[in-house]
């Protein structure tokens, strides 16, 4: 399994998301710009300029014509992924961390984090089908609990909102009415902040990863912990394969710590895990540095991973991938 390298990025990366086809690879940066790759050999295609900071997350619209990116430039941009155009800024009091379309693409869920006096916030935003009558107003604003909310996205029938971060505990809100329906229970939960989370491709569960060397697999709707898998080092990143029953965790020591160390001693490898076993099954080593971004191609044959070296690596499977039994 050769990994093909992509460099495009000066700066670490901060996530990775393919479109429904499986087809177009979207990667963020701290270098303010967001970048579109061809999934299977790694072309880059182009770029989206405009933001002025750190692009921390992004979303691609079922039909792939529409992008949006949250920045730490106070705001989050609608752009038009075949022309790269700006459609539409959408400008907030802080920094713009998470972003997700719901199903159907008619809403979109932004995060803010805390500013000054201001506490985190979650954005409900109406996405019009003309961009020329997009506005910026929210369908709903939720106040969020204290620290900052580093992942939100929608459940099932985007009646909820899943929302987790630095306070450890993940939220199911209802997303009409804004009332908080669950929180996870504290004695199972994750002890220290969570740096990510993701879906499962039907929606049904997801996996959370977090700084206290753990990644666990949650119903979307009753909250309930289903499986943890333990690792050695803090998680940055998390996805699951939609094809076999593998779970990814992407890691690294904090940046801080990064350059006291030699890079072989540094595990920067994305750990594979067996789902339902939680047993360790693999690695993929390569990057020099921590894994802050993963992402499985929707078909499963492949994954991408982002590192704070600025690399995306892509891996195509071995077909004796699709074997391995434990």
């Known amino acids: 399994m050769r990994p093909i390298l992509m460099k495009g990025h000066e700066r670490p990366l901060t996530y990775l998301k393919y479109n429904k086809d ?17 999934a299977d050999n790694g072309e880059r295609l182009g770029t989206y300029r405009g933001h002025n900071g750190a692009v921390w997350c992004c979303d691609v619209s079922r039909d792939s014509t529409r992008l949006i990116t949250g920045s730490a430039d106070q705001t989050a941009k609608l752009w038009n992924v075949q022309t790269g155009a700006q459609l539409y800024t959408f400008n907030f009091d802080s920094p713009a961390r998470s972003v997700d379309f719901s199903v159907g693409d008619k809403l979109v869920v932004i995060t803010t984090d805390p500013f000054m006096e201001l506490t985190s916030a979650i954005h409900i935003k109406r996405i019009a089908g003309d961009h020329t009558e997009q506005t910026g107003e929210s369908v709903l604003t939720l106040k969020g609990p204290q620290g900052r909310i580093n992942r939100a996205v929608w459940g099932p029938l985007n009646r909820t909102i899943i929302s987790a971060g630095e306070d450890a505990v993940i939220r199911i809100w209802d997303s009409e009415t804004g009332k908080l329906l669950k929180e996870a229970d504290k004695e199972i939960g994750h002890k220290k902040t969570i740096t990510s989370l993701s879906k499962s491709a039907d929606g049904s569960h997801f996996l959370t990863g977090s700084l206290d060397k753990s990644a666990k697999l949650w119903d979307s709707r009753t909250l309930t912990l ?19 029953d593998h779970v990814v965790l992407g890691g690294g020591q904090d940046a801080s710590a990064v350059t006291t160390t030699d890079h072989r001693a540094g595990k920067f490898e994305a750990k594979f895990f067996d789902k339902i076993l939680q047993e360790e099954i693999g690695g993929v080593k390569g990057h020099f540095g921590p894994i802050n971004a993963l992402a499985f191609n929707p078909d499963g044959k492949s994954f991408s991973s982002g590192g704070e070296d600025g690399y995306v690596r892509i891996h195509h499977f071995d077909p004796d991938y699709f074997n391995i039994k434990i």
Not at 226 to 244: D, F, G, H, Q, W
């Open 226 to 244: 289903i499986k943890t898998y333990v690792t050695e080092r803090p998680v940055n990143a998390v996805t699951m394969s939609p094809l076999l």
């Open 22 to 38: 499986g087809d177009l690879l979207f990667s963020c940066a701290k270098d303010h710009t967001p970048t579109l790759w061809f």
